[in-house]
Nanobody, 115 residues
């Protein structure tokens, strides 16, 4: 019911930057939180960052000070600026949105950070 257009993933050297973008559509309801989960091979998924419709943000401890999440409500688009990337940031990043208590995930985009 929710469609995602995700972009910005790729390969970058340690210390570099990437900017993820996710545009969500297809819901008649206002999105609550929007953000990203990530999952590295053999590991559980974890919440990287999210942002509420009013601009309140949450970050995983591992990315605080390096990642910044922002949101354009008019475009239903969320952005994740990732700076000072580390090899341990390598994962598939899944954009997600919250509608009431339900979460909807995109297909994901690969982020690879080389050492």
């Amino acid at each position: 019911q929710v469609q995602f257009v995700e972009s910005g993933g790729g390969l970058v050297q340690a210390g570099g930057s990437l900017r993820l973008s996710c545009a969500a559509s297809g819901s008649p309801f206002t999105f609550g939180f929007m953000g990203w989960y990530r999952q590295a091979p053999g590991e559980q998924h974890e919440l990287v960052a999210n942002i509420s419709s009013s601009g309140s943000t949450n970050y995983a401890d591992s990315v605080k000070g390096r990642f910044t999440i922002s949101r354009d409500n008019a475009k239903d688009t969320v952005y994740l600026q990732m700076n000072s990337l580390k090899p341990e940031d390598t994962a598939v990043y899944y954009c997600y949105v919250e509608i009431f208590l339900a979460e909807y995930w995109g297909q994901g985009t690969q982020v690879t950070v080389s050492s």
